[in-house]
């Protein structure tokens, strides 16, 4: 058993599930799906309901099936998305840093999904069940290709995608999380 990969993917997919759920539920101190809402219009992330969901199903779908070692490609690239998206659209303008609310987190992440994808789950994992231990190169800069296109959709998506009326305007400390310097998700920022 390979146990580096066993721990990064119960710590990665985990996280990601806390994070997902943080977003779809309230659950560990999140703001449920109506403070995502709020985030995405400061984002100008339309429609704003949309993306909310998307996030949060992505992360926490995302984050399970990597705790489980199934389809880990695909799964690894959902969450390269989101995390891509992140780094454009909230930590971007502050620089690498993440104590300046940069992206440095988001890449740490994105690259450390992407060498899972290439090592493959390991030998206890649902892909390993299924005959697929590892994946290979190929299948880590496609997962990294298919995240960052997926990331680039949803932002041009959210530009074009609904009209500016349709979440509350936002306000509060979730607005002010979403446009300022943060070092992780403004969505968990009270």
Known sequence: MQVGRLVARAVIGGLFV???????????????????EEMMGALDMRPTRANAVAAG??????????VLGAATPAAAAGLIGTMATAIHKVHKPNGPWAAQGGWEY?????????????AGPGDLSVDALLGREEWGPSWAIGGLAVG????????????????????????GAIAEAA???????PVTTD
């Open 57 to 66: 199903v992505t992360e926490t779908a995302g984050g399970a099936l990597v």
């Open 148 to 171: 960052g296109a997926a990331a680039a959709l949803a932002v041009a998506l959210g530009r074009s995608g609904g009209q500016a009326g349709d979440a509350p305007a936002p306000d």
């Open 18 to 36: 806390g994070h997902g759920t943080q977003k779809l539920f309230g659950w560990f101190g999140g703001p449920g799906l109506g403070g995502t």
């Open 179 to 185: 446009e300022g310097e943060t070092a992780g998700d």
């Open 106 to 118: 988001n890449a740490v992440l994105i690259a450390a999904l992407t060498a899972l994808i290439d």
